[in-house]
């Protein structure tokens, strides 16, 4: 088998970024509820939730150990996107609502990227065998799909008034 040091830091750098994606996205569907972003936003939510999930069930699986710190960093990171989305900083809702989804869409993506590269590598570790990593691509390619026209509808409403 394989040394997993390099593996170790990869899951770890991913799931403190699911930390921050997670958080993010309850937040959207939270604000954007009523609106006809919202069902999208909220089964997001839910997806991207079990995601983080599935990806820390395989870092036990694994053995691998969670960095307490990178998760800290996950969250805090979060924490600061949504100072920097703030209405203090960016008060064009339309501009604020494209940069929230555009940074969604953004981390749907290193997801996507995470499932593919696993799958890149799952004869070397036996443990990513049993991880539907073709079920987690298509998920997280039908979430970015989900909500592509919800921004690129923001990006029609903030960039051309």
């Known amino acids: 088998m394989a040394s997993t040091e390099g ?31 919202g069902p999208v936003l909220s089964e997001l939510a839910r997806e991207i939730m079990r995601d983080r999930m599935t990806l820390a069930e395989l870092m036990d699986r694994m053995g691998i150990e969670k960095s307490t710190v990178k998760q800290a960093s996950g969250w805090v990171g979060e924490k600061v996107t949504r100072l920097k989305l703030s209405d203090v900083v960016i008060s064009d809702q339309n501009l604020k609502q494209l940069l929230e989804f555009e940074t969604l869409s953004l981390g749907i993506e290193g997801k996507r990227s995470l499932w593919r590269a696993l799958r890149e590598v799952r004869e070397v570790y036996p443990e990513l065998i049993a991880t539907d990593l073709d079920g987690l691509v298509e998920r997280a390619e039908h979430q970015r799909a989900m909500l592509e026209d919800h921004r690129l509808a923001a990006a029609r409403r903030s960039l051309s008034s």
């Open 7 to 37: 593996l170790e830091t990869y899951l770890n750098d991913h799931l403190a970024g699911s930390v921050t994606g997670s958080e993010l996205a309850d937040k959207l569907a939270e604000v954007h509820a009523s609106s006809v972003a």
